[in-house]
């Protein structure tokens, strides 16, 4: 018909508005799905359940959770009518959560990746540690400094291994760290490597440690603030089933009052004294535990006597009281807890020694040799450790004897000197700290400390010894630098001075040496991710996606400084097939 519009400006017209439409509704879509982000973000700050038992629509108890979902549904009435009628968002089902926790764990991770590439230099923590279900998980940890010299200790997963041999344990690292560090140079930026868990990882030939080392030169296998001596001391004899044996028994005894304020009563009545805390996820190698139960062993076996005899415990209670009675009169259980009376004292002193700040080669190969003959001193009077034992006792395995015991403790001093050796091999970290204590430099500024230097740029090849030792004899003669309190406050002074292109070597010392995990705890570096991931398993019911859980919890404050966090995440989750058609605008 004369004057009207072209057909193809019908149909133009027509997909305009269909688009428009569209794109209305993937704005509604995007925002509710916003809000379910939001939820799920609430619950893992707060290591709170996502999923109850039961989220029928009749449940009286749906779960926090969906609790949340509901009450923002209350409050946005779009938000509610959307829910029940789009298929995606209908339900909040399991299914879309673990691909938005999926989701989210991606975002995170890439985001961690993008700071550890652009960091000079990384640490790596591999540790195991125990979940409320008793299952051992691998953790890695990156330690580095970010952009704005603030060092941090950054979560980066679990992973559930077959088993805890090197070659296992370095295959599912290496899928990692080739990810992250796939050339030479960005290898060349790995620092320092450190463990706890499985007593396979030590032994510098063929462990762990060595592997890494092959492939990341600068690596140097240290020991961190973070694991206590005594708790490696014990991994390392963990293998030996007798040793292993006596702490569960140790952990049971400190448990078994531990978890009942009216056995606790008695033991106060008799002891006098609270056995510490023990763990029921973690075999306890506590000196105050043993020491404890070394003094008041009698007084321990008449608690558990009064307790078995008494009609007002249950029988569970009652049934365990004998067998500690029993534990405490057996031969074997206490030649190892004489044993390790000795021994951990021994240890603790070595550990306390590794703690002076202003610490020399010369001191740490003196305190290492004072450990060894202390040990060796122990192992010698083994043979003699029946003598000493109450006359009373017997042993409840009859195949057990004297002579098979003396050579299992000697394995286990021998092991354990092994171990501190290995773990103590690199030191020159520590020294190299010495180099950069502010409360030295008027010494050094009169008598320069040339063997610290040398054993810095031997351990870190990449710093150019002249260029460093120049810049350290300014250094140590400026009185501004003197007020530093430690080497991270002296890195913020140099900054504050703008002197960081005048002192490029003394800046590279300094950021290695606070990426390390130092043996010592200074106060300015004294916090721990380990801790939190620990303290995250012990609290949490073990659910599906547990490295998103984790990630959402131990990293909250990374999270809220990713940019435009759920707006990624809604991406990632829109390019999921099926799921891109409600959630990807049109043009």
Not at 240 to 269: C, H, W, Y
């Amino acid at each position: 018909m004369l004057g009207d519009a072209p057909i193809e400006a019908h149909i133009s017209d027509t997909y305009r508005k269909a688009i428009m439409k569209h794109n209305e509704a993937v704005d509604k879509n995007r925002h509710i799905l916003s809000k379910i982000i939001d939820c799920i973000r609430f619950c893992g700050a707060f290591e709170l359940v996502l999923r109850a038992n039961d989220e029928s629509e009749s449940s009286s108890n749906p779960g926090i959770f969906r609790g949340l979902v509901d009450l923002i549904g209350s409050i946005d009435r779009e938000m509610e009518t959307r829910l029940a009628s789009v298929a995606v968002l209908k339900g909040t089902s399991k299914t879309i959560q673990n691909e938005l926790l999926e989701c989210m764990l991606e975002i995170i991770r890439s985001y961690i990746v993008q700071e550890l590439k652009t960091t000079d230099f990384v640490a790596i923590q591999a540790d195991d540690t125990t979940d409320v279900a008793s299952k051992t998980q691998s953790v890695l940890i990156f330690r580095y400094i970010e952009s704005d010299s603030k060092v941090v200790e950054r979560f980066y997963g679990f992973t559930h291994l077959r088993d805890s041999s090197a070659e296992t344990v370095a295959t599912a690292m290496f899928t990692e760290l080739n990810l992250i560090f796939p050339d030479n140079p960005q290898k060349q930026k790995l620092i320092a490597q450190s463990y706890d868990g499985a007593s396979v990882r030590s032994g510098i030939f063929g462990g762990l440690q060595e592997k890494i080392r092959d492939v990341y030169p600068n690596a140097h296998y240290v020991h961190c603030y973070a694991h206590q001596l005594n708790v490696i001391m014990q991994q390392a004899v963990a293998k030996i089933s007798e040793a292993q044996m006596f702490f569960l028994d140790v952990a049971g005894i400190a448990a078994f009052f531990l978890n009942s304020p009216k056995r606790t009563e008695i033991l106060q009545d008799i002891v006098e004294k609270r056995v510490p805390k023990g763990s029921a996820t973690c075999l306890n190698f506590n000196l105050r535990t043993i020491n404890l139960i070394y003094e008041y062993r009698t007084d321990l076996e008449n608690c558990f006597n009064t307790i078995e005899s008494s009609g007002n415990f249950e029988c569970k209670s009652r049934s365990e009281a004998r067998g500690f009675a029993r534990t405490l009169q057996d031969r074997e259980f206490q030649f190892f807890l004489f044993l390790f009376h000795e021994i951990m004292p021994i240890v603790d002193k070595f550990y306390n020694q590794l703690q002076k700040r202003d610490i020399e080669t010369i001191f740490i190969q003196w305190a290492k040799i004072q450990f060894v003959t202390s040990m060796n001193k122990v192992r010698e009077g083994v043979d003699s450790l029946d003598s000493r034992l109450p006359k009373d006792s017997s042993f409840s395995n009859r195949r057990k004897n004297i002579g098979s015991l003396v050579q299992i403790a000697q394995v286990i001093c021998d092991t354990i000197v092994v171990h501190a050796n290995e773990r103590f091999s690199f030191t020159k970290h520590l020294v190299s700290a010495t180099l950069l204590q502010s409360n030295q430099f008027a010494n050094y500024d009169i008598s320069f400390p040339e063997q610290a230097l040398n054993e810095a740029v031997e351990a870190y090849p990449m710093l150019n010894k002249e260029d460093l030792r120049t810049e350290l004899t300014v250094l140590y003669g400026m009185h501004v630098y003197r007020q530093a309190t430690g080497a991270i406050s002296l890195l913020a002074l140099i900054q504050k001075l703008n002197m960081e292109q005048s002192l490029t070597e003394t800046v590279a010392l300094l950021k290695i040496l606070i990426t390390t995990p130092m043996t010592t705890s200074e106060s300015e570096r004294c916090f721990s991710t380990l801790s939190r991931i620990k303290t995250f398993l012990r609290n949490t019911i073990i659910e599906e996606r547990l490295n998103a859980l984790a990630m959402l919890s131990i990293e909250r404050d990374l999270v809220k400084r990713i940019p435009d966090f759920n707006i990624q995440v809604i991406e990632k989750f829109a390019a999921i097939k099926d799921r891109h058609a409600d959630f990807i605008y049109k043009k």
